[in-house]
């Protein structure tokens, strides 16, 4: 596809289960970034890659969370033992540029989690 | 620490103007803007770097000045298209690919 693409589209779990959820960049895109969002509140930064590395994984929340790009390409957001406080809209986006802040993000249409 | 963005939410009617505002208590490097329908994925509408520099995209301007760590989002003559959340989002650091988005303004444009 052309897109950013975010499997699954919904997840619904139950407290203290793990969940993983995935993001399929545009291909060619070196730069990936984790965003959350609540309900009514803008993206909240969780992490960032470029290539395979994590350059910046400053907005994870604690060490529940964590998240990999072994290829450099899909990456997965993982979130062991989940807590009510963790549902939200899990939002993946993908960038061509490899300099800072010089490109669009093109954002998926986002993984909705509900922890119950 | 978060920008904030007023109005929170607008009511227009097709054809008005409307501006939107997004004020930081840091120093900007840049201010990225973004609209999002309900239940899809934010769309990137435009980037400004510091400079004080004011961009136009068709109907959609926008402007920043770093001295007062401001910009501002214009819409003339709104489309019903036009209709979303607005985020602008900032960054604070040359170098720093993490932008902060404000909490979005609520626009909606009615025939």
């Known amino acids: 596809g052309a897109g950013v693409s975010q499997t699954p589209s919904n997840k619904v779990t139950e407290k203290g289960k793990y969940v993983e959820l995935r993001c399929d960049p545009i291909s060619g895109h070196t730069a990936l970034y984790w965003y959350r969002q609540s309900l009514g509140q803008g993206p909240e930064f969780l992490i960032y890659?470029?290539?395979?590395?994590?350059?910046?994984d400053s907005g994870l929340p604690n060490d529940r969370f964590f998240a990999v790009r072994p290829e450099g390409s899909v990456s997965t957001l993982k979130i062991q033992r989940t807590e009510r406080g963790d549902s939200a809209v899990y939002l993946c986006?993908?960038?061509?540029?490899?300099?800072?802040?010089?490109?669009?993000?093109?954002f998926g249409e986002g993984s909705r989690l509900t922890v119950l | 620490q978060q920008p904030v963005q007023s109005p929170q939410a607008v009511i227009l009617r097709e054809g008005e103007d409307a501006v939107i505002n997004c004020s930081s208590s840091k120093a900007l490097y840049s201010v990225h803007w973004y609209r999002q329908k309900h239940g899809e994925a934010p769309v990137f509408l435009m980037i400004l770097l510091k400079g004080g520099e004011q961009k136009g995209h068709e109907k959609i301007s926008a402007s920043f000045n770093e001295k007062k760590q401001q910009s501002s989002l214009y819409l003339t003559a709104s489309q019903l298209s036009y209709s979303g959340t607005y985020f602008c989002g900032t960054d604070s650091n040359f170098g720093n690919e993490k932008l902060t988005f404000g909490t979005g303004t609520r626009l909606t444009i009615i025939p």
């Open positions: 986006a993908s960038s061509s540029q490899t300099g800072p802040n010089t490109g669009e993000l093109f």
């Open positions: 890659f470029q290539g395979t590395g994590a350059a910046d």
